[in-house]
Nanobody, 118 residues
């Protein structure tokens, strides 16, 4: 019954903002690093942002650094991706990923569509 349930995607104009949420259940959330990936049509899935199990270490793709912020609330078993100053090239399906701290187990959300367009 592992679940990663994403929400918050949608259509936004360039320069706008969206906040993605991923609610986790069925596993020990605090034992997992959390990541956001995205995949645009015809392109490979890429890592957008990651956050350590306790939230103390974050990393971002160069293309989103300074615009996106990943955070987690371990009390709520939820990871967030705040996306500001959105660009058309941010258009993709965004996936929540949970990676065990030992790196041998991963879970994926269903994906949520983000479309940045005028």
């Amino acid at each position: 019954q592992v679940q990663l349930v994403e929400s918050g995607g949608g259509l936004v104009q360039p320069g706008g903002s969206l906040r993605l949420s991923c609610a986790a259940s069925g596993f020990t959330f605090t034992n997992y690093r959390m990541n956001w990936y995205r995949q645009a049509p015809g392109k490979e899935r890429e890592l957008v942002a990651g956050i350590s199990s306790a939230g103390g270490i974050t990393n971002y793709a160069t293309s989103v650094k300074g615009r996106f912020t990943i955070s987690r609330d371990n009390a709520k078993n939820t990871v967030y991706l705040q996306m500001n100053s959105l660009k058309p090239e941010d258009t993709a399906v965004y996936y929540c990923n949970a990676l065990a701290t030992w790196g041998q187990r991963a879970y994926w959300g269903q994906g949520t569509q983000v479309t940045v367009s005028s």
